[in-house]
């Protein structure tokens, strides 16, 4: 069997034309750099090393550590044993998985139930709360989260809510109480305990809410008086699997952080330092929060925020932290638009960039208190239950470990400026030469999708063949390379444009020139921009077309 007709056996194992030529050549020569594959199979080297990077990945071939980097082949009857193996096993499991796709059908198909809109309703007045809630419980198959105050969790009591969760057998149903627990309230909770798991929270206002299994009874403003009669006292219930998983998460993530009602009760009656964990409804209030605890800080204040805003955190601020001696550590992404503003803190604080920042705001003071803050749900807490804040201590430290200082990250930010600048005289000259420049731009709107250059320049009587433009702010040129000639694909005769403030190196020149795109290089914006005006007019003279036309 001639090695021709070997090559063409191998496609039956997932290799191309061009992969199984690779192999048979370094299985037949024995150690290869790329560009040797290269030069004797006639690949561009970039293709060579796609190519030979997916041999080692499919274990085809290795690679022989080393300057240059050689590859070396696998043994053939080696790698036909382990692609067959790997055939194998995919075989086991798509069998395996129509298997379980088969019972699921199966089962879909006999238990299929109607869908149904979600349904809302609004009851009026407390007796008639009451009465719905208790009807809720009556009807109860797994569990009930109520969050309510001390006032309603007495009113409710004379109204025979303790009975009802008597009557729930604890190993059957879950039953848990979130309520605000002072000197007045121990009587009340005490006569829950007995019947219901209670933690304490600290109300923002007077709201309840009462989830069972699927639905949730909910008030948002009520009168909280002993009054039984009282109409000011309205309540929306709904089974919207959305409203209620939301409610749900909202309840679950206070639980987790909220003491135990008896601990707190105890604190109460020894006059001990109380642990809570607080709820806060409002920017306002989230805002003093958060300057109460920094104006109380002794030592350390560790803020971790995406989003950092100067109405939050001013350098003035930090300037008078750091005069008392406390230390300020920052982690959040930092961006372009933040780069004066950060420059500015970093006077005072030590601030990292972390790239892969999470929605939440986080700030711990001295180790004891903590806000927290999740963008998404909106949800805003503030503790000083200890085990809690010692957790959310440990998060930060994590991310602070993995992430790289500003100091770093800044300069680009500082490079990317004075391109932009440069950009912007050179628009300002385009647009006075009859150019039609947007910043940024794309060639057609209608094709590009998401596809966006730094700059795109036409000329009215030649759409066809616009100016494109890219920054280059970091360091993989060749990578920007092939996007910049992906991108512009729609629009075959434009003039594409890198732009950076470094030169660039001979490999990057040599790919760039292969693609058809101009590179430039400068400093300063007054060396950029005619440098920018210089290549359009280059398109013009291409055109024949006159500067002011």
């Known amino acids: 069997m001639s090695e021709k007709t070997i090559s063409e056996k191998l496609l039956d194992f997932g290799f191309s034309q061009d992969e199984a030529k690779t192999y048979f050549s370094i299985l037949r020569a024995g150690p290869c750099t790329a560009s040797a594959v290269s030069r004797k199979l006639g690949f561009y080297r970039m293709r060579a090393y796609r190519i030979l990077k997916f041999l080692e990945e499919r274990g085809a071939v290795e690679v022989i550590v080393g300057r240059p980097v050689k590859f070396v082949a696998v043994p053939l009857t080696r790698i036909t044993e382990k692609l067959l193996e790997e055939e194998k096993t995919k075989i086991f499991e798509m069998e395996k998985s129509r298997k379980e796709i088969e019972e699921y059908w199966r089962k879909a198909q006999t238990e299929v139930e109607a869908l149904q809109e979600p349904r809302f309703r609004i009851i009026q007045r407390r007796k008639q709360v009451y009465e719905f809630l208790f009807e809720m419980i009556r009807g109860i198959k797994k569990e009930i989260s109520i969050f309510t105050t001390r006032n309603d969790l007495q009113r409710l009591f004379f109204s025979g809510l303790d009975e009802q969760l008597r009557n729930l057998q604890p190993r059957e149903f879950s039953k848990k109480i979130l309520t605000q627990i002072d000197k007045e309230a121990i009587k009340v ?100 929060t958060f300057r109460d605890m920094v104006d109380s800080s002794k030592s350390e204040i560790v803020i971790m925020n995406k989003y950092l805003k100067e109405e939050l955190i001013k350098p003035q601020d930090l300037d008078a932290l750091a005069g008392r001696g406390v230390d300020v550590k920052i982690l959040t992404q930092v961006s372009k638009d933040e780069f004066q503003y950060i420059n500015q803190l970093l006077k005072f604080a030590d601030i990292m960039h972390n790239p892969t920042m999470s929605e939440m705001q986080m700030v711990i003071v001295d180790k004891r208190e903590a806000l927290v803050r999740f963008y998404e749900s909106g949800y805003m807490t503030w503790s000083n239950i200890k085990p809690q804040v010692r957790a959310m201590f440990e998060v930060f430290e994590s991310a602070w470990a993995s992430a790289v200082s500003a100091k770093k990250i800044l300069p680009k930010f500082a490079e990317q400026q004075v391109l932009e600048q440069g950009l912007r005289l050179a628009a300002k000259t385009l647009e006075t030469l009859g150019w039609i420049v947007s910043m940024p731009g794309q060639i057609d709107e209608r094709k590009d999708g998401d596809y966006y250059f730094n700059m795109v320049a036409k000329r009215p009587e030649a759409q066809s063949t616009p100016l494109v433009l890219d920054l280059l702010i970091e360091d993989d040129a060749v990578g920007q390379i092939v996007e910049l000639k992906t991108k512009s694909s729609n629009a075959m005769k434009s003039l594409r444009l890198l732009v950076a403030s470094r030169s660039f190196n001979e490999e990057e020149i040599r790919i760039a020139s292969f693609y058809g795109i101009r590179l430039i290089h400068a400093k300063e914006p007054e060396e950029l921009a005619p440098a920018i005006v210089n290549e359009a007019s280059r398109v013009i003279k291409t055109l024949g077309l006159s500067e002011g036309a």
């Not at 305990?193 to 008030?219: C, K, Q, W, Y």
């Not at 998983?245 to 909220?258: H, I």
């Open 189 to 288: 909770v005490e006569s829950y305990m007995g019947n219901a798991e209670v933690r304490h929270v600290v109300m923002p206002a007077n709201v309840r809410f009462v989830i069972v299994d699927g639905e949730v009874l909910s008030t948002f403003a009520m009168d909280d008086s002993m009054s039984m009669t009282t109409y000011e006292d309205t309540a929306l219930w709904t089974d919207s699997e959305v409203y209620v998983k939301t409610m749900k998460t909202f309840f679950d993530s206070l639980w987790k952080m909220a003491p135990n009602a008896r601990e707190v009760m105890d604190a109460l009656k020894t006059g001990g330092p109380l642990e809570e964990i607080r709820a806060i409804g409002t920017e306002e209030e989230y805002y003093k």
